[in-house]
């Protein structure tokens, strides 16, 4: 049967009630009493009431549904139970209670959460499928398409069927249904939180695996969809039954500091309630008690505990005005700590949750935390999407409050359910959704054209370039993150703009290197597909990676002169017959520092042997001649428009790259005179070209046919260089 449960009420080596005594105010929402499920199974054995009748055995049910729902229709519910008791009649969990204890447990989870009736009636017989004889087409007969959707996508896959897989397809189909209506995981959440709870008499090594899986998959999901009062539980479920010694030591401090007389949390919340009643804002104080986890990891992180470690302060108010109204009166009235201020109001978190975070200092140094939101921020921090009802439903005119609605399919989702697609099998799709769930923070980076792309915290432009154009990233070339240039291992921040730069070219190729710097599985997965299905190409990859270890890479076109040799040769002077000076019949030679060129502005200086050398303008050798008192000659271009320059292009990385930027330099009728190219490094080259053009009018156009060569980002003059004393 699917629910992994045994008896609630013998808690075995874990307490059945982790949530227990944390300090002596009050707890972090009105408690209901924990369900009796002997009473619940004497009651579900009464079978099903006259029709009309509640069942006796979902009256708790009912209750905490029209806490949140008034006016809600429980004749489905009515109809659901029925089907689900007689369904699972003769059916027994493992500690011998009527099974169908267990989908109104999960059931009642969902309903003081604040589920709609459509959750709570799937919920219900979120197992008949599964463990009956009741079919999907049943279900949709009766209850229609939504329900039976929800249903369908919390069904196990068989293990007969799918063998080892069986697990990991289930998660994975279970997913892809949760991308079209975030219901279905509401459901297998609250499901899991019910089989943690009475999990007490199973086998430890199975307890272990049910716990794990709880840690690396349902507990992230459950933060990701912002359902707190779930994950928190969750969380504490897990602790326990994995680290079972340091749980005990955790829960012996939370004992001891709730024995405790003296309360400086109590003590800070009346201060506070006298501070917002003077300052005549409405506005609830509460003691939020810590739950074990977070008491065990404060204590990690700051050794001995104090009162104020124990729990934080929460201030409800009606309006989102009141809470910047509470924060001001609080930093005005009490000492705040600066640093601990976080606004998740004007900029909400991923997962929906939305609050104001501060602290203040005691007199004796203690720091109190405090969380002030409205009742609706609270009620979506605490149950997530479960408490945003059906999200699929037209919306209202007018929202309460204003308050963020629910995205249908929030990017986390959307990226996960992307790359499962591509996933090549079960243990690599398993093993990657453990990897992706562990990223605990999402960042938000802006397209130049206004769009947005969710990245998880750590995300690099390779993951940016993936999450935008998929496998057509393949021929991405670089990117500006904020106007800059940048390689594609560069970290992403929140908030960054990223424009990604294409090549042109449709057999572009990954670079083996982008693995180092891939941190999304969509990345991470189309890059190893091409380089799986194009090994010649990647066993190129990694010899040209081991030789760039050793020397530059370099590939001149046809009839250019090698780098290498030419690097070793002094570059002949460039010929200045198109310059005319005030000293007739005087050699004239054109300074290599600064290569001048028509029409540059330029400035000649008699050098040794009665030579003119001429300079550009805004070299910094003409500044030190003249500083040395060189005698200065007048110079200026003559009607001869040939000329040499040296021109410096940087570029990405890529194959063919020198080969397509000589043959686009040789188009523009350049004549390249010599050629060096450095060593890349982080993906991006340096090349510089000495060339000769017939004529100088054509330097603009030459520069442009280089830039548009794929890869290449800049073309520049080469900036001008001291020379030597003596020219």
């Known amino acids: 049967m699917s629910a992994e449960a045994t008896n609630s009420v013998t808690p075995g080596p874990m307490p059945g009630a982790v949530s227990g005594p944390v300090t002596p105010t009050a707890p972090r929402r009105k408690a209901r009493p924990r369900i009796d499920l002997r009473r619940l199974g004497r009651a579900a054995l009464l079978g099903p009431a006259a029709r009309g009748r509640l069942p006796d055995a979902i009256s708790h049910v009912v209750d905490a549904h029209r806490a949140h729902h008034p006016d809600a229709d429980l004749e489905p519910l009515r109809r659901a139970y029925v089907l689900a008791e007689s369904s699972h009649r003769g059916q027994m969990r493992k500690s011998g209670e009527p099974y169908i204890t267990h989908p109104l447990a999960v059931t009642l989870i969902l309903a003081e959460l604040g589920a709609e009736t459509t959750t709570l009636t799937a919920s219900l017989l979120h197992d008949t499928v599964e463990d009956t004889d009741v079919t999907l087409d049943q279900v949709r007969d009766q ?89 928190t539980e969750l969380e504490d479920l897990v602790f326990a039954i994995l680290h079972p010694e340091e749980y005990a030591h955790t829960r012996e401090l939370i004992v001891r500091n709730a024995a405790r007389s003296d309360g400086p949390l109590a003590e800070v919340a009346d201060e506070m309630r006298t501070v917002l009643r003077e300052a005549d804002i409405p506005a609830e104080v509460l003691i939020r008690p810590r739950h074990f986890v977070s008491v065990h990891r404060v204590s990690r992180k700051r050794g001995r505990l104090r009162g104020s470690d124990f729990g934080r302060l929460l201030v409800l108010v009606n309006e989102d005005a009141d809470c910047y109204g509470v924060l001001g009166e609080l930093h005005t009235c009490m000492t705040p700590v600066v640093s601990e201020f976080k606004d998740f109001i004007a900029v909400p978190k991923f997962n929906l949750y939305q609050s104001l975070h501060t602290a203040v200092a005691r007199e004796d140094g203690q720091v109190v935390e405090v969380l002030i939101r409205t009742h609706q921020m609270h009620k979506v921090a605490e149950a997530g999407v479960v408490a945003l009802g059906n999200p699929y439903a037209p919306a209202p005119d007018d929202p309460a409050d204003g308050e963020r609605v629910d995205p249908t399919r929030p990017g986390w989702l959307s990226r996960l359910l992307d790359w499962q697609e591509a996933a090549p099998d ?27 792309l969710g990245l998880p915290e750590g995300a690099t432009c390779v993951d940016a370039a993936y999450a935008q154009y998929g496998e057509d990233a393949h021929a991405c070339i670089g990117a500006r993150v904020n106007g800059r240039l940048a390689t594609l291992s560069t970290v ?52 040209d990676a081991q030789n760039a270890q050793d020397r530059a890479a370099h590939r001149p076109g046809a009839g250019v002169p090698d780098p290498d040799a030419a690097a070793e040769q002094p570059a002949a002077r460039p010929a ?14 054109l300074a290599r520092c600064c290569t001048p060129v028509p029409p540059d502005e330029i400035a000649g200086f008699a050098v040794r042997g009665g030579a003119v050398t001429v300079h550009r303008a805004e070299c910094a050798a003409v500044a030190r001649m003249r500083d040395g008192g060189r005698a200065e000659v007048g110079v200026r271009w003559g009607e ?47 090349h510089t070209y000495t060339v000769e053009l017939p004529d100088a009018a054509r330097l603009p156009a030459l520069m442009r046919a280089m830039r548009n060569v794929a890869g290449v980002y800049d073309v520049s003059r080469a900036q001008p260089q001291p020379q030597p004393q003596g020219g």
Request: charged letters at 30%; aromatic letters at 4%.
């Open 143 to 231: 209850f229609g398409e939504e329900v039976r959707y929800l249903v369908d996508g919390v069904t196990k896959l068989e293990k007969v069927d799918y063998g080892a897989a069986a697990e990991p397809e289930t998660f994975r189909k279970m997913l892809v249904a949760t991308g079209n209506d975030v219901r279905v995981m509401s459901i297998k959440l609250a499901d899991r939180l019910h089989n943690m709870r009475t999990l007490g008499v199973m086998r430890p090594e199975k307890q272990e695996r049910i716990a794990k899986v709880t840690r690396d998959v349902l507990i992230p999901l459950a933060e990701r969809l912002g359902v707190q009062a779930l994950k």
């Open 426 to 452: 079960p243990d690599h799709f398993w093993s990657t959704l453990r990897e992706d769930l562990a990223q605990d923070r999402e960042i938000t980076v802006f397209r130049p054209d206004g769009g947005t």
């Open 640 to 686: 001869a428009t040939e000329c040499r320059v040296t021109l410096v292009a940087e570029s990405f990385v890529r194959p063919h790259l020198l080969a397509d930027l000589t043959e686009a330099m040789a188009l523009e009728g350049a004549e390249i005179v010599s050629a060096t190219v450095e060593p890349p490094t982080q993906q991006q080259v340096r």
């Open 576 to 589: 200045a017959g198109n310059v005319l000076t005030d000293r007739p019949g005087a050699a004239v030679r």
């Open 492 to 543: 992403l921040r929140d908030g960054d703009t990223v424009q990604l730069l294409m090549g042109q070219d449709p057999a572009s190729e990954p670079s083996r290197e982008w693995l180092e710097h891939a941190h999304t599985p969509a990345a991470r997965i189309a890059i190893q597909r091409w380089l799986a299905a194009h090994p010649a190409q990647a066993e190129a990859q990694r010899t």
